[in-house]
Nanobody, 124 residues
Framework: VQLIESGGGLVQAGGSLRLSCAAS????????MAWFRQAPGKEREFVSA??????NTYYADSLEGRFTISKDKDTMYLQMNTLKPEDTAVYSC????????????????????WGQGTQVTVSS
């Protein structure tokens, strides 16, 4: 599975951005797709995930309802509203393929494929 992100950029605090992650290749293998982010000097952090078949969504508690994950065919989106300077990070999409049950979707180590990342910078 190949992943290409787009939509990052520079935005003022309070603004919005929409990230896209286009999947190609063996997309029938996708079980869950997710967004992670990594700020300078910090560990990679879970943002949101979506079950590719059921559409069930999962969010980090810290987002306070500001972000919305969605999908359309083989593309995943992340609508980010009311952005804050602390949202500044490289945002990456990831794919988890079918496998054992009970996996923790918030853990980056379980994901099988990653995009190259897109920079989001929120100015104060």
């Amino acid at each position: 599975v190949q992943l290409i992100e787009s939509g990052g950029g520079l935005v003022q605090a309070g603004g919005s951005l929409r990230l896209s992650c286009a999947a190609s290749g063996s997309t029938f293998r996708i079980f869950v797709m997710a967004w992670f982010r990594q700020a300078p000097g910090k560990e990679r952090e879970f943002v949101s995930a979506i079950n590719w078949n059921s559409g069930n969504t999962y969010y980090a508690d810290s987002l306070e309802g500001r972000f919305t994950i969605s999908k359309d065919k083989d593309t995943m989106y992340l609508q980010m509203n009311t952005l804050k300077p602390e949202d500044t990070a490289v945002y990456s999409c990831a794919v988890l393929t079918y496998g054992p049950r009970g996996r923790d979707y918030t853990m980056p180590d379980i994901y099988d494929y990653w995009g190259q990342g897109t920079q989001v910078t929120v100015s104060s």
